[in-house]
T-cell receptor, first 115, second 109 residues
Framework: GAGVSQSPSNKVTEKGKDVELRCDPI?????LYWYRQSLGQGLEFLIY????????KSGLPSDRFSAERTGGSVSTLTIQRTQQEDSAVYLC?????????????FGPGTRLTVT | AQRVTQPEKLLSVFKGAPVELKCNYS??????LFWYVQYSRQRLQLLLR??SRESIKGFTADLNKGETSFHLKKPFAQEEDSAMYYC???????????FGAGTRLFVKA
């Protein structure tokens, strides 16, 4: 079946603009994760959704970042008033559940460039 | 605090040589540990997890609780092993996964 998809694949925006990044998880996967991949920094956890539970937002770097997941499926990561340091690849992953033993399946990422 | 350290940003070896990608972790308890791999122009994907005690593509990784390490090893590297490798840690029963900064492996012909 189809894997995790993300859109857009590339986004160039001007500093100060808002951007929305979209993630479509694998059908039936209840857990969804957002990560940020910066050069030399590895993967930084941003936020986690599990079913209808309240998301864990502990990884969001500032209040300019927010995410929602509608209907337990598609998720949108929003970055308001973008800054140059927000430039990175944003990865989405989903898994069957968020608990032990379930592999995370990653999307291709959205490369965000803030000019 | 939970932390994953991959001390080498780049590792270059010749084809057929043994390779070891180092991973050390900081965690009070017994974590779940994983290696993920990202080949050029492909998605990040799971390579192996310590609870499975498996060998994937000739790679193995042993959890050493005394040294808090989970090094990835392969006795004979192949050119197709060239990729970015990430070590990751997860609390048992938890969901948050902490990734290391990654090691780029380059296998030379």
């Amino acid at each position: 079946g189809a894997g995790v998809s993300q859109s857009p694949s590339n986004k160039v925006t001007e500093k100060g603009k808002d951007v929305e990044l979209r993630c479509d998880p694998i059908s039936g996967h209840t857990a969804l994760y957002w990560y940020r991949q910066s050069l030399g920094q590895g993967l930084e956890f941003l936020i986690y959704f599990q079913g209808n539970s309240a998301p864990d937002k502990s990884g969001l770097p500032s209040d300019r970042f927010s995410a929602e997941r509608t209907g337990g499926s598609v998720s949108t990561l929003t970055i308001q008033r973008t800054q140059q340091e927000d430039s990175a690849v944003y990865l989405c992953a989903s898994s069957l559940t968020g608990t032990s033993g379930y592999e995370q399946y990653f999307g291709p990422g959205t490369r965000l460039t803030v000019t | 605090a939970q932390r994953v350290t991959q001390p080498e940003k780049l590792l270059s070896v010749f084809k057929g040589a043994p390779v070891e990608l180092k991973c050390n972790y900081s965690y009070s308890g017994s974590p779940e540990l994983f290696w993920y791999v990202q080949y050029s122009r492909q998605r990040l994907q799971l390579l192996l997890r310590h609870i499975s005690r498996e060998s994937i593509k000739g790679f193995t990784a042993d959890l050493n609780k005394g040294e808090t390490s989970f090094h990835l090893k392969k006795p004979f590297a192949q050119e197709e092993d060239s990729a970015m490798y990430y070590c990751a840690l997860k609390s048992p029963g938890g969901f948050k996964t902490i990734f290391g900064a990654g090691t780029r492996l380059f296998v030379k012909a």
